[in-house]
C-alpha cells in the first residue's frame, strides 16, 4: 500500500483538526456535567417539600452551575481552538504506507509507524490515530480518493486498529 495526498493551505483545516482532537479529550467534561446538572436538579426537587430545603439548596444550585459550565467547557475549548489554529494554514500532506504514516506541514515533518498505533477512531471527517491512549494524529478522508481511503480502511481493519465513534 502506498497512499499520497496533500493538503491545501486552508485556513479552516487547522481549525477542524484541532476541534477533533479536543473534543475527544473533552468529551469527559460534557458527562460529568450533565450528571453534576442532574443530581443538583434533582436535589433542588426534592428540597422544595423537605425541613431541610434551605441548606440542601445551598448546596444543588451550585452543583447545576457547575456542571452546566462544565458541559459549556468543552465547546468553548474547540472554539477557541479553532480561532486561533486558523492562522497556522500552510500546504502539507501524507505519505502512508504499510509500515508507516509519514506527515508534513509546511516545513515540518513527522511519522507514526503502524505497530506504534493502539487504535483508529472513524469520525465522519478524519480517521482519528492513537499511540497509545493519546490521539496523535489524524487522516482527513475527505481529502483522499474514494479508492485510498477505501484500502486504507481495509488494512487498518485487517489490522484490527478501526473502532466506530
Not at 460534557?30 to 450528571?35: D, E, F, L
Not at 472554539?79 to 504506507?97: C, L, P
Not at 506541514?105 to 472513524?122: L, N
Not at 482527513?140 to 473502532?163: C, I, K, N, W
Amino acid at each position: 500500500m502506498h497512499i499520497r495526498f496533500d493538503i491545501p493551505a486552508d485556513p479552516a483545516y487547522p481549525g477542524r483538526v484541532a476541534a477533533v482532537l479536543s473534543s475527544v479529550r473533552l468529551r469527559k467534561y460534557g458527562y460529568i456535567g450533565a450528571v453534576l446538572a442532574a443530581v443538583g436538579a434533582i436535589g433542588l426537587v426534592v428540597s422544595r417539600g423537605s425541613a431541610w430545603g434551605e441548606q440542601v439548596s445551598l448546596l444543588c444550585m451550585p452543583m447545576v452551575v457547575g456542571g452546566l459550565l462544565s458541559m459549556l467547557y468543552a465547546p468553548w475549548v474547540r472554539w477557541r481552538a479553532r480561532r486561533r489554529s486558523s492562522g497556522y494554514a500552510v500546504e502539507g500532506g501524507y505519505d502512508i504506507t504499510d509500515d508507516n504514516i509519514m506527515m508534513r506541514s509546511g516545513s515540518e515533518s513527522a511519522g507514526i509507524a503502524w505497530d506504534g498505533v493502539a487504535q483508529v477512531r472513524d469520525t465522519p471527517e478524519f480517521w482519528i490515530v492513537y499511540v497509545g491512549r493519546m490521539p496523535a494524529t489524524v487522516i482527513p478522508r475527505r481529502l483522499m480518493s474514494a479508492e485510498d481511503a477505501e484500502t486504507l480502511r481495509a488494512f487498518m481493519a485487517e489490522r484490527g486498529l478501526l473502532q466506530s465513534q
